[in-house]
């Protein structure tokens, strides 16, 4: 009989009356391992997928290819609740462990949640090397933790695999980590994968730490190609040739009105502007791959050399501009404590007086008011135009610059806010606005 050593990761196997009982009774000694006949291994189902291969092929390998992997129980059905600390401290107790465990508990409680530490239901328990998974996830399985929650295995499985380093499980289709492209026993986080330029093949290191919650683009470029011209070109007419589009599907809708895109254009000298000589078409989007993609707006279309593509690029963004150009008056201005705690002075008083809530309950303010001998219409909801005041626009790049965009978008959008817009203000884009100018309600009630 041919003895291999395997890890004890498979389903419980009688050894009662077989040759192997007499190991059962050294109960003294813990083994790591147990020992199988190759005729009982036909029946061991473990991850590596060693039943599959022929008994030649299997009697060859004289260490499974599961070493150095680790794995644990993983489990739904808990709380979902967000006293994380508190369920964890619960269910890594000495009670609630025998309760739900038994003799053999686990050593560590993996977890899952969301944002603001919110628990999703699903945990990994891991236990000590040498313990026999199959037992303790049928010990598991279907076990009553509370009145409401009832514990079953993650899709049926006894185990899953987990980072040799972190012990995160290696899954990322339901919350787990991206097992690395070094080591498949690692995750992406603990052992980041290289990455691989898509024009030369050469590996170059990661520039940031790996964040699993942040896309990742598929094709990269090292320096020297992410700067040349020319290696991305015959990568284009190369490795890309099979995508033959001679143009992009994607359906361009225009951001401005026809009188600003005009009024745009005369500001841009009347012409395309000429791409710079450090220009690459991998600069002009911000993944490769939408380049190779013919419905994208980014595409690059088949047979245009680079020069040819960073030219038509111009002149797509100049026939479509995506915003109005104002004047820079505003930094000449120095905003000072004063001048912002003023700016707001006016206009909370000037809200209160009104009854003023939101753009939607607006209370007793006026929606069409007089100025400079235009007519100014109240925007009806929230919006993405900004007041045209040059010490206004001066307070809002200030506090763009300080908060990232958060000013502009919780608080700006909300304002009171005039246009001279002829167009339909309700669907609160550019271009079904029109073209015109605006004044908040600070502002446009300024002496």
Same mark, same amino acid.
């Given at each position: 009989?041919?003895?291999?050593?395997?890890?004890?990761?498979?389903?419980?196997?009688?050894?009662?009356?077989?040759?192997?009982?007499?190991?059962?009774?050294?109960?003294?000694?813990?083994?790591?391992?147990?020992?199988?006949?190759?005729?009982?291994?036909?029946?061991?189902?473990?991850?590596?997928?060693?039943?599959?291969?022929?008994?030649?092929?299997?009697?060859?390998?004289?260490?499974?290819?599961?070493?150095?992997?680790?794995?644990?129980?993983?489990?739904?059905?808990?709380?979902?609740?967000?006293?994380?600390?508190?369920?964890?401290?619960?269910?890594?107790?000495?009670?609630?462990?025998?309760?739900?465990?038994?003799?053999?508990?686990?050593?560590?409680?993996?977890?899952?949640?969301?944002?603001?530490?919110?628990?999703?239901?699903?945990?990994?328990?891991?236990?000590?090397?040498?313990?026999?998974?199959?037992?303790?996830?049928?010990?598991?399985?279907?076990?009553?933790?509370?009145?409401?929650?009832?514990?079953?295995?993650?899709?049926?499985?006894?185990?899953?695999?987990?980072?040799?380093?972190?012990?995160?499980?290696?899954?990322?289709?339901?919350?787990?980590?991206?097992?690395?492209?070094?080591?498949?026993?690692?995750?992406?986080?603990?052992? @980041?994968?290289?990455?691989?330029?898509?024009?030369?093949?050469? +590996?170059?290191?990661? =520039?940031? &730490?790996?964040? $699993? %919650?942040?896309?990742?683009?598929?094709?990269?470029?090292?320096?020297?190609?992410?700067?040349?011209?020319?290696?991305?070109?015959?990568?284009?007419?190369?490795?890309?040739?099979?995508?033959?589009?001679?143009?992009?599907?994607?359906?361009?809708?225009?951001?401005?009105?026809?009188?600003?895109?005009?009024?745009?254009?005369?500001?841009?000298?009347?012409?395309?502007?000429?791409?710079?000589?450090?220009?690459?078409?991998?600069?002009?989007?911000?993944?490769?791959?939408?380049?190779?993609?013919?419905?994208?707006?980014?595409?690059?279309?088949?047979?245009?050399?680079?020069?040819?593509?960073?030219?038509?690029?111009?002149?797509?963004?100049?026939?479509? @501009?995506?915003?109005?150009?104002?004047?820079?008056?505003?930094? +000449?201005?120095?905003? =000072?404590? &004063?001048?912002? $705690? %003023?700016?707001?002075?006016?206009?909370?008083?000037?809200?209160?007086?009104?009854?003023?809530?939101?753009?939607?309950?607006?209370?007793?303010?006026?929606?069409?008011?007089?100025?400079?001998?235009?007519?100014?219409?109240?925007?009806?909801?929230?919006?993405?135009?900004?007041?045209?005041?040059?010490?206004?626009?001066?307070?809002?790049?200030?506090?763009?610059?300080?908060?990232?965009?958060?000013?502009?978008?919780?608080?700006?959008?909300?304002?009171?806010?005039?246009?001279?817009?002829?167009?339909?203000?309700?669907?609160?884009?550019?271009?079904?606005?029109?073209?015109?100018?605006?004044?908040?309600?600070?502002?446009?009630?300024?002496?």
């Amino acid at each position: 009989m041919v003895q291999i050593s395997i890890p004890c990761l498979g389903h419980k196997i009688n050894h009662s009356h077989n040759r192997l009982g007499k190991n059962k009774k050294k109960k003294k000694k813990k083994r790591t391992f147990f020992f199988y006949s190759s005729k009982e291994l036909k029946k061991f189902e473990i991850p590596n997928g060693l039943r599959k291969h022929q008994k030649s092929n299997i009697l060859k390998r004289t260490m499974p290819s599961t070493l150095g992997k680790k794995f644990g129980v993983a489990v739904v059905g808990l709380p979902v609740t967000e006293k994380f600390v508190k369920l964890r401290r619960f269910l890594t107790s000495e009670k609630t462990s025998v309760r739900l465990w038994g003799e053999i508990c686990p050593r560590e409680v993996i977890l899952f949640s969301q944002k603001w530490k919110e628990t999703t239901g699903v945990a990994v328990f891991l236990f000590e090397e040498g313990v026999c998974l199959d037992g303790r996830g049928d010990a598991i399985n279907g076990g009553r933790l509370d009145k409401k929650h009832t514990i079953f295995l993650k899709e049926g499985k006894n185990y899953v695999q987990v980072c040799s380093s972190c012990s995160c499980p290696l899954d990322n289709d339901w919350g787990g980590c991206k097992p690395s492209g070094v080591d498949s026993n690692s995750c992406e986080k603990c052992l @980041p994968s290289p990455y691989i330029c898509c024009c030369c093949l050469s +590996e170059f290191p990661r =520039t940031e &730490e790996y964040d $699993e %919650d942040c896309f990742e683009p598929d094709l990269y470029a090292c320096d020297t190609c992410q700067r040349d011209r020319s290696k991305q070109e015959e990568w284009r007419n190369t490795v890309c040739a099979d995508v033959k589009d001679t143009e992009s599907s994607y359906v361009v809708n225009l951001y401005l009105s026809d009188e600003a895109i005009e009024i745009e254009k005369e500001i841009m000298g009347g012409e395309p502007r000429k791409p710079l000589e450090e220009d690459t078409p991998f600069m002009y989007s911000y993944m490769i791959e939408e380049l190779i993609n013919p419905k994208s707006d980014h595409y690059w279309p088949y047979g245009m050399s680079a020069h040819e593509y960073l030219e038509y690029r111009q002149k797509k963004w100049y026939d479509n @501009p995506m915003e109005e150009t104002t004047s820079g008056e505003w930094e +000449e201005i120095d905003v =000072t404590k &004063e001048i912002i $705690e %003023d700016y707001w002075k006016r206009m909370t008083d000037l809200q209160e007086k009104y009854g003023f809530k939101s753009l939607k309950d607006p209370g007793d303010l006026p929606t069409i008011l007089e100025k400079d001998g235009h007519k100014h219409t109240l925007f009806p909801d929230i919006h993405g135009a900004t007041c045209d005041n040059v010490t206004c626009r001066a307070i809002n790049n200030l506090q763009g610059d300080l908060d990232g965009g958060g000013y502009a978008a919780l608080v700006l959008t909300g304002l009171p806010l005039y246009t001279t817009r002829k167009g339909d203000l309700s669907k609160g884009n550019a271009r079904d606005a029109g073209y015109g100018h605006e004044y908040c309600l600070a502002c446009i009630m300024k002496d």
